[in-house]
């Protein structure tokens, strides 16, 4: 028995072949290139030649010094912070109110299904659609606003740096509190039901359950909601690009977005923007090392667990024969 | 007790109102867009919202269709791309998953370690050297770039793995292999169809990201024959369509319908996937 799954072995090899390659390729080559670019003087369309700098870290030097950059990191964490926020807070309401038995929500599925639909429209799209939408001096945005008194006069969202940032922040929002929303239900529905019967004959209110029980039992997944969201947010692209093109006087513009002008529009700096990438996948990697321990945690025991029974399995079957 | 059900029946009341309103918050971006992509420039510089159609879609799709501006282009690109990267995604992310779960190999902890640690790296930040890579072999303005990187899907692989983990049993493997059956005919002709319910939800998901996707084919792609859908849409956005609203309205919804069709289908399995854990991407 033993000896048969030495001989199969190779095949894990085997079939592993075709992920490994690729990543290789197109994953972890240009992660490399990237990097190295970043200490060179590559600039200029089509250029392909390069050599290192004397001063290698110039690159980041400049890069870390310049102004539009700092301004573009302090964009990104307060667009997603100002969209996190209200994310979180909403999603978890709903939750707590979708997963209370005593409101019995009707029509769960169906607001589900509503909620969660902006998630899988295309970001360029809704950028574009936004723009219209929040158009001055007639939008439908500013129509709806003045016909129910909430404004008095058209405001220009776009040119001013608050709302045009707030604008982004709720297009955000309003993509993603459906996502969050329906994986913490997911996570409220996998804690054993138990407790919360358990809970609601000591008599404890909905507001204790929810405080007492259901949010401790919810950290993981919140943290995960936390940090997926956190890398997404500092990828903001779709949205600061085609909304307003990163202004207005870059108030909308984005870490990616800052990299995507250095590297592909006017003098083509690859070697800035490559310098840049790194400092944002620096910080990606920090981030994603937390979601990593997080996941591995729950998932080597899993793993394990799926091991020991195996091996009990593998015996059993070796006793039969 | 009466004072609670009354103030049950309230909470419930607001449950009701905030749901709807967020629903209405959901579809009505829409809606406006739908309804104007159907009314004149003139009619919406009046009055913005309206509940009403019109009819001037016609009209609109001359001013559209004018500008040397081809949806049909964009969408046939996006299909092969989208379809190519999905079926590369499913088929190898499969294997991979298959690989890690049905065979005892020294590197097989360690390699599954590796996959959870790349989960997350972003084709955004490597995206420089990406391009420089591309422009080198001369891939650039080729679809291939989009397609073949999906054979590397680590969040795919995950996900696979754990399906295989909770369904499969090594008996039907091993009396495959006992009617003597090669390994990679096992894989294909028993396993796949094992996997057939995690393959359609994450295929789904793999499509609607790589139709959405923007910042790799903007990068890669300088002709206009090889844009893609989001590209196209992007357009929108030039100089110009700059004051017409009915034709932006109008392209905007044409790239808006086949995913509400796709969702709309299939819906139930999405909602279900996303609360399996489906990654954020």
């Known amino acids: 028995m033993r000896n048969k799954g030495v001989n199969y072995a190779k095949y894990g090899y085997i079939f592993s072949i075709p992920f490994v390659l690729t990543f290789l390729i197109f994953s972890l080559y240009p992660t490399i290139f990237t990097a190295v670019i970043g200490f060179t003087d590559l600039r200029g369309m089509g250029r392909t030649d390069f050599k290192f700098l004397e001063q290698p870290f110039d690159n980041f030097i400049l890069i870390l010094n310049n102004p539009t950059f700092i301004k573009s990191l302090g964009n990104t964490a307060l667009i997603w912070t100002m969209n996190f926020i209200p994310q979180i807070l909403l999603s978890l309401l709903l939750t707590a109110w979708f997963t209370t038995r005593r409101y019995k929500v009707r029509g769960q599925g169906l607001f589900k299904v509503l909620l969660y639909m902006p998630n899988i429209i295309t970001a360029a799209t809704i950028a574009i659609l936004f723009n219209s939408l929040f158009g001055y001096p007639k939008g439908p945005v500013n129509d709806l606003f003045i016909r129910f008194g909430l404004l008095d006069a058209p405001a220009n969202f776009h040119m001013q740096e608050w709302t045009a940032r707030g604008v982004v922040a709720f297009i955000q929002f309003w993509m993603w509190y459906g996502n969050s929303m329906i994986v913490l239900i997911a996570g409220v529905l996998g804690i054993d039901p138990t407790l919360f019967e358990a809970a609601e004959i000591d008599g404890a209110t909905s507001t204790q359950i929810f405080f007492k029980i259901t949010l401790p039992r919810l950290k993981t997944i919140l943290l995960y909601v936390l940090i997926t969201s956190m890398i997404g947010g500092l990828q903001m692209f779709d949205i600061p690009r085609l909304f307003l093109w990163g202004g207005p006087d870059s108030a909308t513009l984005t870490s990616s977005l800052f990299i995507y002008n250095q590297a592909f529009s006017g003098s083509y700096l690859y070697n800035r923007a490559s310098a840049a990438s790194m400092i944002m996948f620096l910080i990606i990697v920090i981030l994603s090392v937390a979601l990593f321990h997080l996941m591995r945690d729950k998932d080597e025991a899993k793993f394990r667990k799926a091991e020991k029974l195996r091996i009990r399995n593998a015996k059993k079957q070796g006793a039969l024969v | ?281």
């Open chain 2, 1 to 281: 007790m009466k004072s609670l059900k009354a103030s049950t029946n309230l909470t419930k009341t607001i449950i009701y109102v905030v749901c709807i309103f967020l629903a209405i918050l959901s579809v009505f971006p829409f809606l406006v867009m739908f309804i104007n992509s159907t009314r004149s420039t003139f009619q919406i510089q009046q009055d913005s919202v309206s509940l009403l159609p019109s009819t001037f879609l016609k009209s609109n799709w001359a001013v559209f269709k004018g500008k040397s501006f081809n949806p049909v282009v964009g969408f046939v690109n996006s299909m092969l791309s989208s379809g190519g990267a999905t079926l590369c995604a499913v088929y190898f992310s499969s294997l991979t998953a298959y690989a890690l779960v049905a065979y005892s190999w020294k590197l097989r902890q360690p390699f599954f370690s590796f996959i959870l640690a790349v989960l997350m790296i972003p084709a955004q930040v490597t995206g420089i050297g990406f391009y420089q890579f591309m422009y080198r072999i001369g891939w650039t303005n080729s679809l291939l770039p989009l397609i073949f990187p999906a054979i590397a899907s680590p969040s795919m692989v995950f996900f696979m793995r754990q399906y295989l983990m909770a369904t499969l049993s090594l008996d039907i493997v091993n009396s495959a292999r006992i009617d003597g059956a090669g390994e990679f005919y096992t894989f294909n002709r028993i396993i796949l169809p094992i996997m057939k319910p995690a393959m359609a939800t994450q295929a789904i998901f793999t499509f609607v990201f790589s139709w959405n996707n923007l910042f790799i084919p903007l990068i890669l792609l300088t002709n206009s024959e090889k844009y893609t859908m989001p590209i196209m849409v992007s357009l929108l956005r030039g100089d110009i369509y700059k004051t017409e609203y009915g034709a932006v309205y109008l392209g905007l919804s044409l790239t808006v319908l086949p995913l509400f069709v796709v969702y709309f289908l299939l819906s139930k399995y999405i909602i279900a996937g996303v609360a399996l854990g489906a990654l954020k991407e």
